[in-house]
T-cell receptor, first 114, second 113 residues
Framework: DQQVKQNSPSLSVQEGRISILNCDYT??????FLWYKKYPAEGPTFLIS?????DKNEDGRFTVFLNKSAKHLSLHIVPSQPGDSAVYFC?????????????FGKGTLLTVNP | NAGVMQNPRHLVRRRGQEARLRCSPM?????VYWYRQLPEEGLKFMVY????????ESGMPKERFSAEFPKEGPSILRIQQVVRGDSAAYFC???????????FGPGTRLTVL
């Protein structure tokens, strides 16, 4: 059973435009959500996170929105840059009080075209 | 300020052999986590270790897999009698505490022939 779902395997956007990556989850026990970025042949790198007590968190060009009632979160990148091209993983934690156990989605490959 | 190091980066084994994957956490980190990424899947938690202790191994297969994090030296993920289904990328992460940010290594890609 997949508790964190990223239904879009890939997304292509033009440089300067907005990239929106979506993520859905099924486990209502999750209370902390993270986005990781991964380049080929490297490990995932933490990007931004949000606690379930918030509905928005912003860090520079990156904003994460959380809709708890819909069990949905999204990552907005504005403006998108070619260097943002990577696989983006949505992850969640908090099930059973174990914040260290991250549950990942399958990832979305973002391509930003110059 | 080296990050999390994993070796080897690529490992090829024949069915029935043993695979040993090593992970050196970031300096100052005493908490280590192992994740496995099967083809076309997301990363899946396997085990959480602190120095000399296994804290949570709920994600690790009950047979053939074991992990350790000795007082000295790297953390080791050991897979005995490998099968083709073990082919995957194995990522190690480390942190300063169980609720703190996890920093990931570059992974070891295991291929079982």
């Amino acid at each position: 059973d997949q508790q964190v779902k990223q239904n879009s395997p890939s997304l292509s956007v033009q440089e300067g435009r907005i990239s929106i990556l979506n993520c859905d989850y099924t486990n209502s026990m999750f209370d902390y959500f993270l986005w990781y970025k991964k380049y080929p042949a490297e490990g995932p790198t933490f990007l931004i996170s949000i606690s379930s007590i918030k509905d928005k968190n912003e860090d520079g060009r990156f904003t994460v929105f959380l809709n708890k009632s819909a069990k949905h979160l999204s990552l907005h990148i504005v403006p998108s840059q070619p260097g943002d091209s990577a696989v983006y993983f949505c992850a969640a934690s908090g099930d059973g009080g174990s914040n260290y156990k991250l549950t990942f989605g399958k990832g979305t490959l973002l391509t930003v075209n110059p | 300020n080296a990050g999390v190091m994993q070796n080897p980066r690529h490992l090829v084994r024949r069915r029935g052999q043993e695979a040993r994957l090593r992970c050196s956490p970031m300096k100052g980190h005493s908490h280590v986590y192992w994740y496995r990424q099967l083809p076309e899947e997301g990363l899946k938690f396997m085990v959480y270790l602190q120095k000399e202790n296994i804290i949570d191994e709920s994600g690790m297969p009950k047979e053939r897999f074991s992990a350790e994090f000795p007082k000295e030296g790297p953390s080791i993920l050991r897979i005995q009698q490998v099968v083709r289904g073990d082919s995957a990328a194995y990522f190690c992460a480390s942190s300063t505490g169980p609720n703190n940010e996890q920093f990931f290594g570059p992974g070891t890609r295991l291929t079982v022939l």
